[in-house]
């Protein structure tokens, strides 16, 4: 059977979307002036954002939620889009969540996680042979307790994973979170070499390869970014690199071809959130490197996507169709 369409797999929960018009210091009050509840988590959010962009295109979700109310929250807002949820299953623990602080005006967030049912998704929940799917996305390591167990052989078992998959003809790409806990490389490093595509920003990329991303001044440090995106290539991706900043995006290809396009000039007041932002500028990359797009075309889509969802507080309601999408670039576009 011809494999066709793309499967999300890892990091599923809602988000708890709290608006405040500025981030209290230690010991202070702030008010919350709003609270939205949304789905989160690399599955929903990047297989949604693949369904609004493309009805027509076949997603497939696995992971793990709880037997609770979120998780049938969280579930029925992949179906009503047309994701195939079949392979997600129901934990002990209740659906993982984040609260979500946002920012009025700068969309700046701040998470408090709940690991839940997360914790418990292990990479024996999924059925790599009855995977139908040409393209498999996991994330977000760094926040899949039990996939990111060591291996003897692979060094964790999300690069057995990622390898099992691989070696089935299915194209692998893998996605983190931005996190502190100092195992980041220990995590990350051992899946790149079953890997086609790593999609990720800045901060992550140089994390991996223990440069600075940003210079004193909070300026991109582009040499640094792309000598991350060197160091990531040489554990052997086999495709491309893609980092994602607020102001540009890169695309290092494994003959080492280097593209660069800018971010969209978005207005002053046209940001509501940034819950997601990464998410929809993974499922941009996702499908442009579904369809064989160029790398230049791929940036300027997954650019744009990103901008659909500034415009609204959480992180799926403000993407468009494939062609709203292109229509935003050329009238942002820098």
């Given amino acids: 059977m011809e494999k066709k369409g793309i499967m999300l797999a890892g990091n599923i929960l809602t988000d708890n979307v709290k608006m405040i018009s500025t981030y209290p210091e230690k010991g202070m009050l702030v008010t919350i002036t709003d609270i939205k509840r949304g789905v989160g988590g690399a599955v929903p959010n990047s297989g949604i954002d693949l369904a609004l962009i493309d009805p027509e295109l076949d997603i497939f979700a696995a992971g ?117 806990s100092g195992h980041f490389a220990k995590v990350v490093v051992p899946c790149l070499k079953y890997c086609n595509y790593i999609i990720i920003n800045e901060i992550e990329a140089c994390q991996v390869s223990g440069n600075t991303a940003r210079d004193d001044n909070g300026a991109l440090n582009e040499d640094e970014i792309w000598a991350s995106m060197e ?25 080492g071809t280097r593209t660069c396009v800018s971010s969209l000039k978005l207005p002053k007041g046209y940001i509501k959130g940034s819950v997601g932002a990464g998410d929809a500028f993974c499922a941009g990359c996702l499908y442009g490197l579904y369809n064989g797009w160029t790398d230049e075309d791929i940036l300027k889509f997954s650019a744009a996507a990103a901008a659909c969802n500034l415009a609204e507080a959480d992180s799926v309601s403000g993407m468009m169709s494939a062609d709203k999408i292109w229509e935003l670039y050329n009238t942002y576009s820098k």
């Fill in 231 to 255: 160091f990531i290539a040489g554990m052997g991706v086999k495709d491309c690199v893609i980092v994602h900043a607020p102001e540009k995006g890169f695309v290092l290809r494994a003959d």
């Fill in 64 to 180: 793990m939620v709880g037997s609770d109310e979120n998780g049938d929250y969280v579930i029925g807002r992949m179906k009503e889009v047309g994701i195939d949820v079949s392979a997600v299953k129901r934990g002990k623990n209740g659906t993982s969540f984040s609260d979500v602080m946002t920012v009025e005006g700068t969309g700046e967030r701040t998470f408090f996680h709940y690991r839940g049912a997360n914790a418990e998704f292990d990479i024996s929940d999924v059925d790599v042979n009855g995977i139908t799917a040409s393209m498999f996305h996991l994330g977000y390591l760094l926040l899949l307790d039990r996939v990111e167990d060591e291996d003897e052989v692979y060094g964790n078992k999300a690069a057995r994973l990622l390898a099992e998959v691989q070696a089935r003809g299915i194209k692998t790409s893998v996605d983190v979170v931005s996190e502190c």
